[in-house]
DNA sequence: TAGATACTCTACTAATTAGGTAGAATTACT
DNA sequence: AGTAATTCTACCTAATTAGTAGAGTATCTA
């Protein structure tokens, strides 16, 4: 480790759910371009443009091509957790593949698991993360704080 | 996302964890050779090498050189966390710059910390994973499963 | 129906990181 | 002296990230 941030979130998936949290606030109001929510948001435009396309493709968004179109969120943000979207972009929400419940892996070094001690406990972590990103949703960023 | 694990712990963290629990069952017991650690924990050894000694500078670890030598632990397993290995090898515990304690850093994208809903909701996604890192520690792994 | 606007799709690229390998130098015991 | 083990530096390859580029398609308005 010399001074970095490793095993963040990836841009994508942020700019997913700055993109998802502003299409959120405009819900049932009609459709946003892409070049106001990159202005906005301070996101590349043709970076999300690709953004929106595979959140379109999941279902989350609805589009309009052409003079006047744009993009509409087609579920409700109580819907949408940040599990989710993570999952989609960013993959497994686990520290060790052999924990992923939605992208269970192997280990390569790994003899035995059902006595494997690292997998027991850091089952126990991945599962504290899962459960925090799994209520989260984007309703939870619109609201105001107390 | 095609189909990949990301985000995951980088294997010289995993490595280094397995390396710590071997070496911590053996704790005040006298040293273990790298060559042992890397045959019963299927780690390629000349990797592992770099691991050890990341660890041994860090303070975790003691050595002898020459016949007879190895590492043995320093500290006791009770002391050393996960949060503190990850965070030696991995980097900060956060899914975000902004929101991560020991590697802090601002969102090149955010124009007000102090209002984005991003930063407030990730913070506590975060903490979570904090909290439970930093309470597991090399001796969680050591204890029977009851 | 021409033109403007906005989404759609595919391909490419540069920088960084992960996960190692290689080999020489040093230390210490027998 | 020889052997066993750590120490240290440099290098390598494949994959991934964070974009950019540009052509194509759909739709509205004048």
Redesign the interface.
């Known amino acids: ?1 010399v ?8 841009k994508r998936c ?2 997913a ?2 993109a998802l ?1 502003k299409l959120g606030a405009n819900y049932e109001k009609g459709n946003l371009f892409t070049a106001d929510i990159a202005n906005s ?3 590349p435009k043709k970076f999300l443009e690709q953004i929106l396309l595979d959140l379109k493709n999941a279902g989350y968004l609805g589009s309009k091509s052409g003079y006047g179109g744009g993009y509409y969120l087609r579920k409700s943000p109580k819907e949408i957790t ?1 599990a989710d979207i993570y999952r ?5 929400i ?4 052999c924990v ?1 419940v939605q ?1 269970y ?1 192997k ?5 035995d698991e059902g006595t494997c ?2 997998r ?3 089952n ?2 991945s599962e ?2 899962r ?3 799994q209520k ?1 949703t984007i309703q ?4 105001k ?1 107390k």
Chains 1, 2 share one sequence.
């Open positions: 480790m001074l970095h941030l490793f095993s963040m979130m990836s942020k700019y759910l700055k949290i948001e301070n996101i940040v989609l972009f960013d993959g497994a686990a520290l060790l593949p992923a992208f892996e280990c390569e070094d790994c003899t001690t690292m027991r406990e850091f126990k972590i504290q993360t459960l925090v990103m989260t939870s960023f619109l609201k704080p």
